[in-house]
């Protein structure tokens, strides 16, 4: 009896471990069954060693590899409506998010801890990226540059090498 090669797909994987279990029951060797189901003979060895211990349970799948996710589907959505939001409808003096704003602001509204890289992970998984703001100054008059930037600049470009050398920046 030949089996095809199975593509690693748990479900199969575990199928395989539970067919293999009977030939043990049958008193058939290890080796047999590694050349029957084209595995090594170390992996037969871990599935017997486990099928000894605690029969047919002992080779069931422990389900999904990692650790369950931080945050259900309902709790990410709720995050990322309250991303959305800003951070200053979220109480912050400023409207941008750290990962420490999102990690406090996870664990009062979600009820729900996660570290700074899962925080990272989820924020890039919600579809969301890192963008530093520009730093400017305090001083900043955005009316004076944009003044200086339709009236003094159209002017000093058209009088090119003309211009005074001692022109600057207006205060």
């Known amino acids: 009896m030949k089996h095809p090669i199975i ?3 748990r479900r199969e994987l575990e199928k395989r471990r539970v067919a293999a279990s ?4 049958q008193g058939v060797s290890q080796a047999a069954v590694a050349k029957e189901y084209k595995v090594t003979p170390a992996a037969v060895c871990k599935w017997y060693a486990a ?3 605690k029969g047919h349970r002992g080779l069931v799948s ?4 990692g650790t369950t996710p931080a945050l259900s589907a309902t709790q ?3 995050l990322k409506h309250l991303l959305l939001r800003g951070s200053l409808k979220a109480g912050y003096a400023t409207n941008f998010w750290t990962l420490a704003r999102i990690q406090e602001v996870s ?3 979600l009820k729900v801890r996660m570290g700074t890289g899962t925080v990272w992970r989820t924020v890039v998984a919600l579809g969301f990226s890192c963008q530093k703001p520009e730093k400017q100054a305090r001083e900043r008059n955005e009316k004076a540059i944009t003044d200086w930037k ?3 600049f159209p002017r000093l470009k058209k009088m090119g090498s003309k211009a005074p050398l001692s022109v ?3 205060r």
């Open 7 to 9: 593509k690693r797909d």
């Open 22 to 25: 009977k030939l043990f029951e």
């Open 51 to 53: 099928w000894s211990k």
């Open 62 to 65: 422990k389900g999904p590899p």
């Open 76 to 78: 990410k959505e709720k």
């Open 107 to 109: 664990r009062q509204k």
């Open 150 to 152: 339709l009236k003094e």
């Open 168 to 170: 600057g920046v207006p």
